[in-house]
């Protein structure tokens, strides 16, 4: 899911921003509670950085105020990744 959003913003623009389709909310909303229900509150900690840079398509950047680019967004998905695995193995 991360792939698809971060291809998305990569590759929009202010004039033709990326936005997520309903179903793409639906799916992300419902593997969030999966996290919550499953890991600490570590991994929920670090989804949730992760989490605050996924909104309304600001022509590739990310965040609520299009403050972040996408190499934020690829080392919050990667900490992210890191604490479930290290509460996994």
Not at 73 to 86: G, K, N, P, V
């Amino acid at each position: 899911m991360t792939a698809e959003f971060l291809h998305g913003q990569i590759n929009s623009t202010q004039a033709n921003p990326y936005v997520p389709a309903p179903q793409w909310f639906i799916a992300f909303n419902a593997n969030e509670a999966t996290i919550r229900a499953t890991f600490s509150g570590a991994g929920d900690e670090a989804f949730q950085a992760l989490r605050g840079l996924i909104g309304p398509g600001q022509g590739g950047t990310f965040g609520p105020q299009g403050q972040y680019g996408v190499h934020d967004f690829i080392e919050r998905r990667d900490r992210a990744l890191t604490q479930f695995y290290s509460e996994v193995y």
